[in-house]
């Protein structure tokens, strides 16, 4: 805190960060910097205040850019980027405001709280865009509300309750307001199940000595034999669990060839196969080898996948108070929904002095609304293959992969843009989830890689179009037309004629539709973005 003003500052970019050199490009190409000043002084303190605050976010949100938020964005894109990077970005600016209140004058601290205040409001107005509206249906006590009778018992402390809503299963509903930075459930590292459990089992000593077995395999195994035993002290837990998970990994043969061309298709033919190898490899030997340990009866394909899905549906990597990384579950927070602009963001570290695992919320949930916590940065065909549904709203990770080789442009590695020859790998999404910046709604990267192969040797050209005062526009053409060859083979590839009646269709055979659909819009919108450039060429 400077004599005259207020200083400011964001941590810096870690060493460790793999994306360090890229967001310093960013922060380089766009003049941010990471150290703020404020005067207290003058009739315009209050709107200087609010323009530093304004700066501070957009370098926040460099900050906390994933690899895909960055490929995608343009030299010009402020954003926000996406719900993660901006929650993200508030919170943090909110915490550097909220420890710099102390030690100082009441002038400075009333600008502080106003700042701090402000931030509040744009975090609420965010998740307000982002709410999702769903019916809770009526009323009932089963198995969850035990669960959370259970939970509660081993000292769980709470401030949801299980709710079941229309469409979509169960979910967890706060019981009253809860802020930024409170914290909505609180899990003690006693109940958590992880490795630990398998010391207490019949079945350690068989499987800690058989070669190659890992720990994730022993718990998926140690599940499936735990769900049947009546004296578990994790027996409510299992009692609150589905019979059946309705992933991806569940999908019957109607339901694949809905997803033939896509690429979930080969995602979940690829799992499949390797859950079969690994069942194939482990379950009959340890039966016949041990028949009173593993029962033939409780180790079948089946109660296999059913482990499977349980682990990869509900598992958490979760940094337990002794600093170690452990995969394990957690009663209690497996009810809550993912969203893609969840309340929270952080859950995976147990406090030290506590020995608690807390949830702790980076937007404020309203009494009687559904509390979402984030399952991860993930595609939809990855929320598929593995949860068993598809998000709603637009995921900034819904992309499609090129097979492209990047050309290695020398004379473009010294430009200070954020999408030149860096990139080894190229994808598109919905050019609707971006704004344009003069590339036709397209990854600038993608497009950098491709003006750089197909232009002519004594043809000079910048990496993007926006920046380029000169554009060759048989070059472009070319970059637009080679797009659009490579995408209407894959929409030719995806027609309706193997859908089936959506109301009378099972659950995989919808859910394999919905996502075909959304695969089919972002190959659809991408054509349209290529065909709308080449009309602006036309007018140039």
């Given amino acids: 805190m400077s004599e005259g003003g207020i200083t400011l500052s964001l941590p810096p970019l870690l060493e460790k960060d793999p994306l360090i050199a890229k967001k310093q490009k960013v922060l380089q190409a766009r003049s941010i910097t990471l150290e703020f000043q404020i005067s207290v002084s003058g009739l315009a303190c209050e709107d200087e205040a609010l323009q530093v605050l304004d700066k501070m976010v957009q370098a926040a949100r460099v900050l906390y850019l994933d690899e895909l938020e960055l ?281 030290q002095v506590s020995k608690l695992l807390k949830f702790t919320l980076s937007r404020p949930c309203k009494e009687g609304e559904q509390c979402y916590l984030s399952y991860g940065s993930y595609s939809g065909s990855h929320l598929v293959t593995f949860y068993g549904f598809l998000p709603k709203g637009e995921n900034p990770y819904d992309v499609i992969p090129l097979d492209i080789d990047a050309p290695k442009v020398e004379d473009l590695s010294s430009q200070p843009s954020t999408s030149g020859s860096d990139w080894t790998t190229h994808m598109v999404r919905k050019p609707g989830s971006f704004k344009k910046n003069g590339n036709y709604g397209l990854p600038p990267p993608l497009l950098a890689h491709l003006r750089a192969a197909l232009q002519e040797d004594d043809i000079v050209l910048h990496p993007e179009m926006s920046n380029s005062s000169i554009i060759n526009k048989e070059n472009e053409r070319a970059v637009l037309e080679t797009l659009i060859s490579i995408f209407d083979p894959m929409m030719e590839g995806l027609t309706d004629a193997d859908c089936h009646d959506s109301g009378d269709s099972s659950w995989d055979i919808k859910l394999a539709q919905e996502f075909k659909k959304l695969h089919r819009e972002i190959i659809s919108s991408v054509i349209a973005a290529c065909s709308s450039g080449l009309e602006m060429l036309d007018h140039l």
């Fill in 71 to 351: 490929y995608f964005a343009g030299e010009d894109d402020t954003g926000p980027f996406s719900p993660r990077n901006e929650l993200e970005s508030l919170n943090l600016v909110l915490d550097v405001l909220s420890s710099s209140h102390q030690n100082t004058t009441n002038e400075k601290q009333q600008i502080l709280h106003m700042l701090a205040d402000r931030v509040v409001k744009m975090i609420e107005s965010f998740g307000i865009k982002h709410t999702e509206e769903m019916m809770i249906e009526k009323d009932k006590y089963d198995a969850n509300d035990l669960l959370l009778k259970w939970g509660e018992d081993n000292g769980v402390r709470t401030k949801l309750q299980i709710a079941h809503y229309e469409g979509a299963g169960r979910g967890a509903v706060a019981v009253e307001d809860v802020n930024v930075g409170e914290i909505a459930l609180e899990v003690p590292e006693s109940i958590l199940i992880s490795e630990e459990v398998l010391s207490e089992s019949d079945m350690f000593q068989v499987l800690n000595g058989t070669d190659g077995m890992t720990t994730e395999t022993m718990l998926l195994l140690w599940s499936m034999k735990e769900r049947y035993n009546p004296n578990s002290r994790f027996r409510v837990y299992f009692d609150s669990l589905p019979q059946e998970f309705n992933t991806g990994l569940s999908f019957g043969i109607d339901a694949l060839s809905v997803l033939e061309g896509t690429l979930l298709f080969e995602e979940i033919l690829q799992a499949k196969q390797h859950l079969h190898e690994q069942y194939e490899a482990i379950c009959p030997v340890l039966c016949s080898t041990y028949p009173d340990i593993f029962l033939p009866t409780l180790y079948t394909w089946d109660k296999f996948l059913w482990a499977c899905e349980l682990w990869y549906s509900n598992g958490i990597k979760v940094v337990f108070a002794d600093r170690k990384l452990r995969m394990c579950l957690v009663p209690i927070a497996g009810l809550l929904n993912h969203s893609l602009c969840p309340h929270i963001l952080h859950y995976g570290k147990v406090d």
